[in-house]
């Protein structure tokens, strides 16, 4: 193994930093590795907005739930951006097609690609560093606080800072479960290494709550994705352009 893949293994979230914010430097240097990330046919279809803005953070937190989205080194927003070709399209004169599922995914993956270049980066520096979907509990309250045009949609943010706690790692899915060779393996061909796996994560639940809690994996997942969520994002997108509107 080399010291990358050690960093990449030991990978762990963090919700809980020291009150001291980036410095401009380390804002930079981080954006700047997110942005060396892979791109869709160079497109660049993301932007990074940092937000500083005590009431803009506080207002985020109400929509996240999550004190640290307002508590932390500095938090990023990582945005899906067609605005800018679009208006570059308007004073070139070519007029471009952007609204499609294609682009939605385009998009997503390369703010995604450049989000985990930003976390690594981040650790890297002995930061820490914790995802926020929960931005999208109200993605039309985000857009309308951090003022963003059509075009535009917040997909997650990032805290990033200075770690005040060490975190704990969860156990990811066993291999057999996730790679597949050639063709597609059945559920029902890796089954016993889920439940094994299922097993371990219960007991890690119960270790770390004591006692409070003890659902698997399986438990968890199917019980979140059994309920529905975020019904308006689907209108939200077609608000901002998107999904043929």
Known sequence: ????????????SIRKFKDEQLDQDTIRELVTAAQAASTSSYVQAYSILGVTD???????????????VEHNGHLFVFLMDYNRHVEL?????????????????????????????????????????????????????????????????????????????????KERLPFEAVY?????????????????????????????????RDDSWSDQVIGMLGKKQRLDVDQVLKGQGFLGQ
């Open 180 to 212: 597949h060779e050639n063709t597609y393996t059945p559920v029902a061909e890796v089954k016993d290494a889920i439940d094994s796996y299922d097993a371990r994560i219960s007991a890690y639940y119960k270790e770390r709550s004591g006692g409070k």
């Open 54 to 68: 005590p009431r803009k953070k506080a207002a985020l937190r109400e929509i996240s739930t999550q004190p640290y």
């Open 89 to 169: 399209s308007k004073e070139k004169g070519t007029p471009i097609d952007h609204d499609k599922t294609e682009q939605l995914i385009v998009g997503t993956v390369d703010a995604t690609l450049a989000a985990q270049n930003l976390a690594v980066a981040a650790e890297s520096m002995g930061l820490g560093m914790c995802y926020i979907g929960s931005l999208r509990n109200d993605m039309a309250r985000v857009i309308e606080i951090l003022e963003l045009p059509k075009g535009v949609v917040p997909l997650f943010g990032m805290v990033v800072g200075i770690p005040d706690q060490e975190g704990s790692q």
């Open 1 to 12: 193994m080399n010291q990358v893949i050690d960093l990449l293994k030991n990978h762990r």
